[in-house]
């Protein structure tokens, strides 16, 4: 308990007290960057603490929700209460606030305009754009949607939906065919989606737009679901491979700044 300074009537802070809580969030890091959980000798060894301090600390994490226990109690995972404390902020506020600069900064250095988007069901929402001229522009939230076959964005958002979830979608969408390179066939998206997957980036090629070419990305969160899309747009005369290329290696650095700021991180190795 905290002794309180009858001068100022303000609280003493210990230097444990502050030490317990670095402890605590070293642990929390540890076993969120463990997809199959981390047992307690784990967990000690990880962030350097002798077993008996980490057995306590971890007590009291559980005991507050931000861990959980398996069902033999010999592994810990991150607890719901975790889920419960991010979830308490708007998604689109939230991405606006950590995206929009990013936003700005992708465009100013490509001088391309930067998109974010994200899926409300069969739908894409463009939530916010910056003109490679620098004019930041934001959509109303129900006022811009795309179409998820034919654009870039559309196309990451659906590609790392729950294949499941996914497949029973590419089968109720329309899939209209708006320029002649749109694609139309299931089959065939089914396949670019395949691709997308595996390169972790996806290409509207003047599909949704004839004189426009696009590539975007996903955005990443903390519990690594894919947030949103991020992407590049550009005349298709300019947009050519070569420079699509250039814009790339920009584009997934804006991508994974903005997955740090919603809290993703890549998964260790279940057996490191």
Known sequence: MEKMNTSDSKPIVRGSGIQSLERGAAILDAVAGSPDGLGLTEI???V?????????LVKTLVGLGFLSQDGDGKKYRIGTRLFGLASGASRERTLLNFGL????QLSALTGETSHLAVRERADVIVVARTEGAGLLQLSERVGITRPMHATALGKVLLAYMPEKERDELIKALPLNRITE????????????????????IAHDRAEFDPDL???AMPVWDFTGRCAAAIGLSGPAWRMTPDVIGKRVPKLEEAAQQLSRALGHRALEPANA
Do not use: Q, W, Y
């Open 44 to 46: 000690s060894g990880r």
């Open 48 to 56: 350097g603490l002798h077993t008996s301090t980490a057995f306590h």
């Open 101 to 104: 600069p990013v936003l700005e």
């Open 181 to 200: 390179n749109t694609i139309t066939d299931p089959g065939k998206l089914r396949r670019e989606m395949e691709i997308v997957r595996s390169e972790g």
């Open 213 to 215: 070419r696009c590539i």
